[in-house]
């Protein structure tokens, strides 16, 4: 996918693209004629048909065109499925789904490629922010609140706050659930139970038809849970999941935005050829990778917003445009956050920290005045520093980083 309007689109690759997202939905059903199969549900004439060879991505345009008649993708898909397959599998294809069962489960498939993405460029950063912690906890830094020189303290204090951010991150990106979603037409698992009754097969129907549920979602390597159509917590926790990563991005980008200004000039952004160039001014050179991670910190929770709003608006036992508002937005959040994801993790790979301008700038303004105030308190000389707890809280930060990473040693 491109987008000429979100420069770094690209970065995203194939995630949640017309093409990926119908490859989810073909293993879906798959993976639900697979269960009935095996289940004793469907012929075992069936077993072994491989309907996911049925569609390609070259059918993705004309699926696009005619959901527009059945307001989702499913239904034509099911149809060109059981046209190709031949009357006897296809009779049985979609069978006990319904379409908001296919379609959530395909974004929740290709919502876990997302995740998993994002936990590694998470890990990355970690691993980086670490190192950069440790190295510069010495390296000293004008501390700034309220835009004004405040105290001393270090850069490596700075990477370390940043750390603790991403560190969070990385917990809830690997906490993030994707479940399946099979109920049928009302939720209820009414055709699969009916089938099942009707094929008189052993066990109670009713155990039958969710134990059908189970054995899809093992296949789809997908979370197994009750039915939730209308209960859009899957949705709107991944959205926040997902928004929360871009919070903490946004907030390292508005350092480094802040920091690089030429009158401050203690951190600068990795360097290439033409990166941050001006179309008319030769001299620029703007911290583009940060700008455009503050741009998806800034667009992201809308986004999330909107499948917040989603939720609380899900009617009846199916909804009618609350779900239908939630896919492309979903998409475009998932796909905004892999991209800002990967620009964070080559801004903080490749940052050029300046320690003698930072040495220079604190050298420049008086910021020991909380200092002489707790040594007249205590009728005390002050101290020969003030950095305070800076190494133990650079200490603290790495070994909670790295126990999330790793786990116990």
Known sequence: ?????????HRAGDLMSDQ???????????????????????????????????????????????????????????????????????????????????????????????????????????????????????????????????????FGAKAARWLDGVTEAYQRISGAGTPIQIGGAAGTLSAATELARLRELPGEPAEVAVGLTHAVANRLNLDTRATWHTTRTPVTAIADVLVGCTDVWGRIASDVVTLARPEIAELSEPATATRGTSSTMPQKRNPVLSILIRRAAIAAPPLAATLHTAAALANDERPDGSWHAEWDTLRTLA?????????????VGGLQIHAAQMAK?????????????????????????????????????????????????
């Open 1 to 9: 996918m491109t987008n000429l309007l979100w420069p770094g689109d």
């Open 20 to 154: 990926a997202l119908l490859q989810s939905m073909i293993a879906v059903e798959v993976a639900w004629l697979d269960a009935l199969v095996s289940a004793g549900v469907v012929p075992a004439s069936c077993a072994g048909e491989d309907i996911g060879r049925l569609v390609s991505g070259a059918d993705c345009e004309v699926l696009a065109a005619t959901s527009e008649e059945g307001g989702n993708p499913v239904i034509g898909l099911v149809r060109l499925l059981r046209e190709r397959s031949g009357s006897a599998v296809g009779h049985w294809i979609h069978r006990g789904l319904t379409s908001q069962d296919v379609l959530d489960s395909a974004l929740m498939l290709s919502l876990r490629r997302v995740l998993d993405e994002l936990a590694a460029q998470l890990a990355e950063q970690i691993a980086v922010l670490c190192t950069l912690a440790d190295t510069h906890r010495g390296t000293p830094l004008v501390a700034r609140t309220m835009t004004q020189h405040a105290v001393p303290t270090s």
């Open 335 to 347: 796909r905004r956050t892999v991209v800002a994801g990967a620009q964070c993790c080559e801004l």
């Open 361 to 409: 700038n604190l050298a420049n303004t008086d910021v020991l005045g909380e200092q002489r105030t707790m040594a007249d308190l205590a009728e005390k000389n002050s101290s020969a520093t003030y950095f305070g707890a800076v190494d133990l809280l650079i200490d603290q930060a790495i070994v909670r980083a790295q126990h999330v990473l790793n786990g116990p040693s």
